[in-house]
């Protein structure tokens, strides 16, 4: 097996077995809901004051569990404009944000991986009439797309013909 190939082949061992991140890491977060169903996925802006999708939303009910997809620190609990956001700094340049939540952690408070960082709110939100849970990530600033840095997803890597 020429180098190329070899090269090819652990890449593709690596995705199966735990995807990729956009930098290139093993992916290490979990999905906020159990069970995660997508119902309006990110769409990156052309610009970033264009409009655009900045995360994914999820189907929820209210008073479901809202998990913190990596550990972390709660760095701002509270609302913004008509719901509670809560978003968590992973401490490697990711952050995350979830809205509308109930019951957040306190400002500061160190959360797990798969820790409770509040439940799903009753306030109208981005799937208003039905419920669902907006999880944006900023990675080093700039929106991502939650899908890549999940656990098991990640961005999809063509590989080069053996």
Known sequence: M???????????????????????????????????????????????????HRGIDLRAAVGDPVRAPAGGVVMFAGPVVDRVVVTVDHGDGTVSSFEPVADPPAVGTAVSRGDPVGTVASVAGHCA???????????????????????????VVLLPAP
């Open 2 to 52: 020429g180098s190329r190939a070899a090269i090819a082949t652990l890449v593709m061992a690596w995705t199966l077995l735990g995807g990729l991140t956009a930098e290139g890491s093993p992916g290490a977060m979990i999905a906020p809901l159990e069970p995660m169903r997508a119902v309006r996925l990110f769409a990156a802006p052309a610009q970033p004051w264009a409009a655009g």
């Open 129 to 155: 009439p039905q419920v669902c849970l907006h999880w944006g990530v900023r990675v080093d600033g700039r929106y991502a797309d939650p899908l890549d840095l999940l656990e098991g997803f990640g961005p």
